[in-house]
């Protein structure tokens, strides 16, 4: 039989069967070894009352607190809000993990 993925999308060996999980975008029932997961660190504060706040702090250099997020999308919301993308059938073949790049040295 033809197989398109060599683990068939799922990341689970030898576990059976693997609880289901929500997908945060569109609530679709998801096995949690299927879901794409990301992490996303943010600001608890927007940007433009950021300085606001630092300006009116008795603390100097007071660092504030980041609000740290694991979102797990569906396989259908991932591909839609570019998190994963479609490959070719040679260039799935490839494992190794996708390019990182910096976002603080883009200035």
């Known amino acids: 039989m033809v197989v398109k993925r060599r683990n068939h999308g799922r990341a689970h060996r030898g576990r059976g069967k ?3 999980i929500r997908c ?3 609530a679709r029932s998801v096995p949690k070894d299927k879901a794409v997961k990301r992490f996303h660190v943010r600001n608890i504060v ?3 009352a950021i300085r606001d706040i ?3 702090s008795a603390i100097e250099g ?4 980041k609000l740290y997020l694991k979102v797990q999308y569906c396989i259908s919301c991932a591909c839609h809000s570019h998190l994963v993308r479609v490959r070719s059938a040679v260039n799935r073949r490839d494992r190794r993990p996708p390019q990182r790049f910096n976002r603080a ?3």
């Open 18 to 20: 693997v609880r289901p």
């Open 24 to 26: 945060d975008n569109c």
């Open 46 to 48: 927007d940007a433009a």
């Open 54 to 56: 630092s300006d009116m």
């Open 62 to 65: 007071y660092q504030l607190p």
């Open 105 to 107: 040295s883009r200035n």
